[in-house]
């Protein structure tokens, strides 16, 4: 890896605080972290963490199944199968923990599996691991969905649609109500991954597929808390039987400690605080347009972004890691994503309630410059 110059480490930060991170002297302004709603060091939160401590202490104990768990566990599942307009909910110990074990424990071989391309990691593995039949098809694009449904459904027993509700480098949606039409058509289960809709996206916060309107027709409707929620930690709203089944079967909820109980707390007061917040998201919305406007006007693309994460097109991959190395010397932080990880180099940028207009005019103003350069 270190020969072909895509060796990795982890880089050393101080600490991020509000909308900058800071590194000894150093201080940037922040376009990388997914603190959508600024709720991660929020007042409200750091105080909701000590009380919890103070009540629960630190560690859960051990797996829920082995000791049970403290009484804010289950209501932090009741309001989000509410929310979700489901029979029930479960919780999980991160986005990651829920994708592979919700994906390998319900479907196995003889199964086949719909995966948009562009979905995360940990929707792929756990596709791997359940053993069942994968079949990607192209981004967001529901004719080749079709297509490929037609060739295969039948061969199969079970079969599932998976994706993003917000993509993660691209900043779109995915066409939820198509996909429900396509699901019911073909006699296939939806699962909707809402870890960057969650809290930014919705009436009431609970994403896109409650923008969507069509939040009691998927089946399995996932989300996390580490994103826009602040804190850590998923969850899966879905239908009694399903998530008894995961309950018995689930691999990542079983044989592992669940999260603190002081954790949870902050989860189930962000989720509230998330449904009044719609002020936050208003806001959000109004800046992402901004920001795409202004960029448009200085001739930078954003592919199909229509959320608040922002790819901007800068150019090939030196160029983008020129631009990012760059706007780094002038105190704005934004990551370079480039090949393989996605094929058209850019900078992701994701912007928060914490983010001003004048924030945004900096960037802009930044932008020009180098771009001239
Ligand atoms: C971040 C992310 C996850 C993983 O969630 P963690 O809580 O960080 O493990 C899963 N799915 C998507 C789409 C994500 O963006």
Known sequence: MREKGLFRRI????????????????????????????????????????????????????????VGTADIYGELEELLACKK??????????????NIGII?????????????????????????????????????????LEKRIVKTREKYERALIVVDSVFSMEGDKA?????????????IELMVDEAHGGGVLGRDGMGASEEAGVLERIDINMGTFSKAYGSQGAYVASSEDIIDYLINRCRSLIYTTSLPPAVIACNLEAVKRAQGDREARERLAALSDYLRDELKKI????????????????????????????????????????KPTVTTPRLRASLSANHSTEDVDRLIECLKRLKSL
């Not at 376009?31 to 060091?41: A, I």
């Not at 307009?85 to 829920?98: H, P």
């Not at 196995?108 to 929707?123: E, M, P, Q, R, T």
């Not at 972004?305 to 932080?333: F, Q």
């Open 11 to 66: 880089k050393n930060i101080e600490r991020i605080s509000g909308k900058y991170i800071y590194e000894g002297e150093k201080r940037y302004l922040d376009f990388s972290s997914s603190n959508y709603l600024g709720y991660r060091d929020s007042e409200w939160m750091k105080k909701t963490l000590v009380d919890a401590v103070k009540r629960y202490g630190v560690g859960s104990g051990a797996s829920r199944l082995v």
């Open 85 to 98: 307009k489901q029979e029930r909910a479960l919780l999980f110990n991160s986005g990651y923990d829920a």
């Open 104 to 144: 390998s424990t319900l479907y196995g071989k003889g199964d086949v599996i719909y995966c948009d391309k562009l979905n995360h990691a940990s929707i792929y593995d756990g596709i791997k691991m359940s053993g069942a039949h994968m079949v990607r098809y192209l981004h967001n694009d529901m004719e080749d």
């Open 175 to 187: 066409p939820l109500r198509k996909l429900v039409e396509l699901k019911e058509r073909y006699d």
């Open 299 to 338: 001739g930078m693309g954003t592919l199909d972004s229509e959320t608040n994460i922002i790819p901007i097109v800068v150019g090939d991959n030196e160029r983008t890691l020129w631009m990012s190395e760059k706007l780094r010397d002038e105190g704005i932080m934004i990551p370079a994503i480039r």
